[in-house]
């Protein structure tokens, strides 16, 4: 059995720990109400730009297929962007993110995948693997969302235009709950255009309906990353906070067992001085 200074010492240690650990768990939370405001304040904007898209293109065959970004091609380069955390202590969320999307080069090893990568956590673990991203951006909690979607979807609509990819998928865990993110891959590109909800209404577009589908178009793509990215966001907090919390709750059940041992340790002692003073008394009566 260990010493009770030995015992007494990882009490210490521990008591430390669940302090950082508490610190963490209350920061996360904080993060987390901002990131979910964010996340849920962007979705009204995200739907009504899906109803108008929805509405121009709701036009003529000739006027859809026009545009690059609705050009629908064989799969045979695919672009995979993968969504992950700069940093760690947020229970499995990176694995099970980066088990995703090995799955999912698995699925499609017959093509030609090009990898782009959000997060410090899934540069490393496709470099340490011999596949290097072709881009990668950190700093997603510590920078504006807007601008390095804005950014990222630039770039790959610029690929996909230019005819160096055939589909851009998007890997991110979306937001349910403090305790569920659900890894998902949604298609990004070429952009599947949504069908009209009730009956159609008659516009009248200025500029013209391609002219439109121009301007749309590209800001679609940016909304849909910058959606997940936000989604993104609040599931790594989320994740952390949960993290924390069974961090927590793990440290104040050893510091239980530990105070446990430490008082059987330190009441064997005393049984056992006792038993010398009394052992004695009876050497020396005898």
Do not use: W
């Not at 009504?48 to 026009?66: I, Y």
């Not at 672009?79 to 995703?100: E, H, K, M, P």
């Amino acid at each position: 059995m260990p010493s009770l200074k030995t015992i007494r010492k990882r009490i210490g240690t521990v008591r430390s720990t669940q302090q950082i650990t508490r610190a963490m768990k209350m920061v996360a939370a904080a993060r987390l109400r901002r990131a979910q405001d964010a996340a849920e304040r962007a979705r009204p904007y995200a739907e009504k730009l899906t109803e108008l898209l929805a509405a121009v293109v709701a036009g003529t065959d000739s006027e859809v297929v026009a545009h690059p970004l609705l050009a629908q091609r064989g799969v045979g380069r695919v672009d995979l962007v993968v969504v992950t955390g700069d940093r760690g202590l947020c229970g499995g969320y990176n694995a099970n993110l980066l088990r995703r999307a090995e799955a999912f080069l698995q699925e499609h090893a017959s093509s030609a995948a090009t990898l782009h990568v959000v997060g410090r956590k899934g540069s490393e673990h496709f470099r340490r693997r011999g596949r290097a991203p072709a881009s990668q951006r950190t700093g997603m909690l510590t920078t504006p969302i807007a601008a390095m979607a804005g950014e990222l979807a630039g770039e790959l609509v610029e690929r996909f235009a230019a005819g160096k990819t055939d589909a851009v998928f998007l890997l991110f865990a979306r937001f349910r709950s403090a305790i569920a993110q659900i890894p998902t891959i949604v298609p990004l590109l070429p952009v599947a255009p949504p069908a009209s909800e009730g009956a159609a209404v008659d516009y009248i577009f200025e500029p013209e309906r391609p002219a439109l589908l121009g301007l749309l178009l590209p800001r679609y793509v940016a909304t849909l990353v910058t959606q997940a990215l936000l989604e993104a966001a609040a599931s790594e907090h989320g994740a952390r906070m949960t993290a924390m919390e069974n961090a927590t709750n793990n440290a104040a059940d050893m510091i239980e067992r530990l105070t446990l041992s430490m008082n059987r340790a330190r009441q064997a002692g005393i049984t056992k001085e006792l038993m010398e003073i009394v052992s004695g008394a009876e050497a020396l009566r005898g």
